[in-house]
């Protein structure tokens, strides 16, 4: 890289050079030639050739960005880039992190970034004398997560830990709401957004108006409102209001909310309200007794579509027409359910909901008013099973385009899967793209159709959460990647410009494909490590070079195979040979797996392994992968589905201590507890619990066993305890008010998590740590659900669950914490 005197005195001295023959060829030129008299001289040398601006695109990744732009012809290409936007290049020096790299060629990746940092980068294209420069794109890295629940995490002797559980993609963390760009689908430089964004609408310049249920925006407090400036900064327009937005719409300098509040600036407003380009609160406040979910404007008039039945005190069921002074169009109609979506084309209205009669006529889902109030016979015959919580509509010329949340939907008498299109005169169209899930919104800007949902795959092609169409149907090559949970994704859309802004309660964004199984280092990075395993793994332990995985799927890296895998750190499926079920026609499932010397123990939920008889526990050679004659039979006395399973193995000593549910073992009573001896006969221990035991770990020689039980032998222990190695209860233990998940122990501190929020009377948000003498430990951190998994790796502890967030900043399913000070001194 170079520094700003560097660069000057480059351009200095290459234009030195330079300038007596740009000056003598202006002089010959303006003379008629170089001598002689007036027809012009073909050996005078044309003017030089000129730079032209190339187009730049920016993708983000953890810690760096990757550059790449066309070539224009240059002889060369300059990078520039700061953490504010609109630097000057020729004084790149005095913009924030303003850095150049000269020479630079496409692709090119910038690395060391500071992820949750934006950046904002510049080409330049040097031709000769002359210079010009591109676009300027925006990007902001961050750490990747997953999209999904980690189950299990295990940590390997070099430090990588391995992860385990229902996620598909590790994507770069983004909050829920990210601008992309309506050409390479990348997202550009955006404030992370704390909570769910249910409506957006752009400011036609580029910008957006968001709103839904937050708190922040880039760090900056933001009440469920917030503006976006065209460079992806976060504006000064900060409304408060008192409760969820469900729809924006903006009109010249007037932007319109409708959702389900009471004030906005202190001042009543009833689930409808407009506020100016500046922030301030208007004067036209008709009131709706119920939600407000859509407003569309056209022609100057306000729709609005919602679940209210009156406004103003006037009945208007559903849908009503609004003035921009206030005042309502006389006509209303009888809806006898809500509305959720709608769209004007011309003098028409069409409408999407719940609704399946209007004014006494069947209509389900769908329907089409003039802009007079009258009921239109458009109609589509449209199952019963549409729109049974979300739907969206939009319209495309003489094309209406209708998404939903059910799959199988009759439509006209044909099948339709979440996504659909009629013409004007409600006929269904050919157009069948088939998303596997749900489709809550639809924009559509010329002759393009954008979607969102929380699909994976759309017209037999990967698209997650987000893709394009144009107007004849066909599937476009745009496909930015939304990621979060089962039911995250797209909510909203809007265009502006040459960007796209999605909105959502997704949570990352691009990233890369891991099918239930991934790896990171010590220092949090995604490691290449990436056998796929269908569709759920819930135990992991490693041993050396080979992971071995335990769960419910039925696959691993596409190959058949059940339940327990043996994976070497070079993704390549060791071994499979392992027979573990119910019976024939029941596969089992595999919750617990526990290393011992040469030994793997083996726990869930089975009958049968390599056809022998294990109830439910089993112990293999890690030398061979032959099944061992230790075999404690683990049972119930009653006969329901998981009426005997084992959740947790532990070893103390020549002890195996089991836990889970059950009532017996090898035919003596033992409720949800026992400690077996290495060569399978069953100690005389016995503290039954009386509800499910999760967790269990060893310290210091002390046994600690979490879950749901509040008593343990008799004695009460409400969700922890700890057992000394003669099985007897240790005197003193910690006081949890909630059900213990996960424990793990590291030199001597114990870590907890669960279902809690004090321990021993102190406030601790699912997360509470332990000296060995079972004192709590001033290290605190808060979550915002529990942690289904703890291990720890250097110095760091990391934890995996359903939680989204860690000490109020957003982190889903997956974190890394300091040790606790006892563990690291």
Request: aromatic share 10%; glycine share 12%.
């Given at each position: ?44 040398a ?7 601006a ?74 000769d ?11 902001r ?18 430090g ?29 430089a ?29 760090g ?30 903006v ?25 100016d ?61 809500q ?24 209509h ?37 385009f ?10 006209n ?16 169209l ?32 990967e ?101 327990l ?57 890690t ?53 077996v ?8 221990w ?9 967790t269990?770990t ?26 000394n ?65 703890l ?35």
């Open positions: 890289m170079m520094t700003a005197n560097q660069n000057t005195r480059q351009r200095l001295g290459s234009l030195a050079g330079k300038l007596p023959a740009i000056l003598l060829s202006t002089l010959l030129t303006a003379c008629g030639g170089g001598g002689g008299g007036g027809g012009g001289d073909s050996s005078i044309p003017p030089p050739p000129t730079a032209v190339t187009v730049l695109q920016a993708k983000a990744d953890a810690e760096s960005v990757t550059l790449t732009w066309e070539d224009t012809g240059a002889d060369s290409y300059n990078l520039f880039y700061s953490t504010a936007p609109g630097c000057d290049i020729e004084n790149y020096a005095s913009c924030p992190g303003g850095t150049m790299v000269a020479g630079a060629e496409s692709p090119y990746t910038v690395t060391d970034l500071t992820n949750g940092q934006n950046y904002w980068f510049q080409v330049e294209s040097i031709l004398e002359s210079n010009a420069v591109s676009n300027e794109a925006g990007a890295p961050d750490r990747l997560v997953p999209n999904h629940w980690v189950e299990a995490m295990a940590t390997g002797a070099d990588t830990v391995y992860l385990g559980g229902l996620f598909t993609y590790f994507g770069v963390l983004s909050g829920h709401g990210v601008p992309f760009s309506t050409t390479s689908g990348y997202a550009g955006f404030p992370l957004v704390n909570g769910p964004v249910t409506a957006v609408a752009g400011d036609n310049k580029g910008g957006f108006y968001i709103g839904g249920e937050f708190t922040t925006v880039g900056e407090a933001r009440n469920n409102l917030a503006y976006i400036r065209a460079d992806g900064t976060l504006g000064e327009w900060n409304p408060t209001i008192n409760g969820d937005i469900n729809a924006l719409a009109l010249d300098d007037t932007v319109y909310i409708g959702g389900d509040f009471s004030y906005v600036e202190g001042e009543p407003r009833n689930n409808l309200a407009a506020i380009t500046d922030g301030n609160l208007l004067e036209w406040s008709p009131a709706a007794n119920s939600n407000v979910n859509a407003i569309a404007i056209a022609d100057g008039t306000i729709y609005v579509g919602g679940d209210f039945s009156n406004i103003d005190g006037e009945t208007h069921d559903a849908l009503a027409a609004i003035n921009t002074d206030g005042s309502l169009h006389d006509w209303s109609l009888d809806f006898d359910r509305v959720h979506d709608l769209a004007v084309s011309g003098d028409t209205i069409y409408v999407t909901g719940e609704f399946k009669k209007i004014n006494e006529q069947t389900t889902g769908v329907a089409a008013v003039d802009t007079n109030g009258n009921l239109l016979d458009w109609n589509p015959d449209i199952g019963l099973f549409y729109c049974t919580t979300q739907c969206t509509i939009a319209v495309a010329e003489d094309t209406i209708i998404g939903w949340d059910s799959p199988f939907v009759s439509i008498g044909e099948t339709r899967n979440y996504l659909a299109a009629f013409d004007s005169s409600g006929n269904l050919d157009w069948n793209p088939n998303p596997n899930f749900d489709v809550y919104a639809i924009t559509v800007v010329g002759d393009t159709v954008y979607v969102g949902g929380t699909f994976t795959s759309i017209d037999g092609q698209r997650n959460s987000l893709a394009a169409f144009d107007t004849d149907g066909n599937l476009l090559d745009w496909s930015p990647a939304a990621h979060g949970g089962p039911t995250a994704g797209v909510k909203a859309l809007a265009v502006s410009g040459d960007t796209v802004y999605a909105g959502g309660d997704f949570t990352s964004i691009q990233g890369y494909a891991r099918n239930r199984l991934a790896a990171i280092d010590s220092e949090g990075q995604l490691l290449p490590w990436s056998p796929s395993a269908d569709p759920y793994v819930r135990a992991l332990a490693v041993d050396g070079n080979t992971v071995y995985v335990g769960g419910d799927f039925e696959s691993i890296n596409g190959e058949e195979c059940h339940t895998a043996a994976i070497d750190t070079s993704d390549t499926l060791l071994s499979c040979d392992w027979d573990i079920n119910r019976g024939p026609e029941e596969k089992g499932a595999v919750y617990a797996l526990t290393l011992a010397e040469n030994t793997l123990y083996v726990g869930g939920y089975f009958s049968n392994f390599n056809e022998q008889t294990r109830n439910n526990v089993a112990a293999i050679s030398t061979d992968g032959s099944l061992l004659t230790w075999n404690p039979d683990v049972s119930s006395d009653v006969s329901s589905i998981m009426s005997s399973v084992v959740r947790t193995i532990a070893i103390s000593g020549d002890a195996v201590i089991l836990a889970g549910k059950f009532s017996s073992v090898n035919g003596q009573p033992r409720e949800s507890f026992a400690a001896h290495t060569d399978g006969s069953l100690l005389d016995t503290l039954d619990a009386d509800q499910w035991i999760y269990s060893i310290n210091n020689n002390t046994i600690y066993i979490g879950g749901r039980f509040s008593n343990l032998g008799g004695i009460s222990r409400n969700y922890i305890a700890a057992i190695t003669d099985g007897s209860l240790t005197d003193s233990h910690p006081d949890i008010n909630g059900p213990v998940f996960v424990l793990t122990e590291n030199n001597g501190t114990l870590y907890a998590s669960g279902d809690f929020d004090t321990v021993n009377g102190e406030p601790r948000s699912y997360l509470a740590a332990f000296d060995k003498d079972r004192n709590l430990l001033g290290w605190s951190h808060a979550l915002s659900d529990a942690a289904t998994s291990t720890v790796s250097g110095n760091s502890l990391y934890l995996a669950g359903s939680f989204t967030e860690v000490n109020g900043e957003l982190s889903p399913n997956l974190a890394i914490l300091p040790l606790a000070e006892s563990a690291t001194d």
